[in-house]
């Protein structure tokens, strides 16, 4: 299992998966949004989201978990 980390503060603007998808290194799994900037946050492995662990909308601080992949 792989954590998908917040990679700065901000709030969550954007879910692109939901729990079940496959996902490819690279693909965009949340946008969040910050001093009016939308700043995407991709997977660095290939694998299945297991659990989402956000909302839209959600206040998220650096390095909260916001996605967890089973790795494929």
């Known amino acids: 299992m792989a954590d998908i980390l917040a990679h700065i503060t901000g709030t969550v603007w954007k879910i692109e998966v939901a729990v079940g998808d496959e996902v490819r290194e690279d693909d ?7 001093m009016k900037m939308e700043m995407p946050v991709e997977t660095n492995r290939d694998g299945t989201v297991a659990e989402i662990l956000v909302t839209e ?3 998220v ?4 978990v916001l996605v967890r992949i089973t790795e494929a």
């Open 57 to 59: 909308g959600q206040a």
């Open 61 to 64: 601080a650096e390095g909260d």
């Open 28 to 34: 965009v799994l949340v946008i969040l949004e910050s």
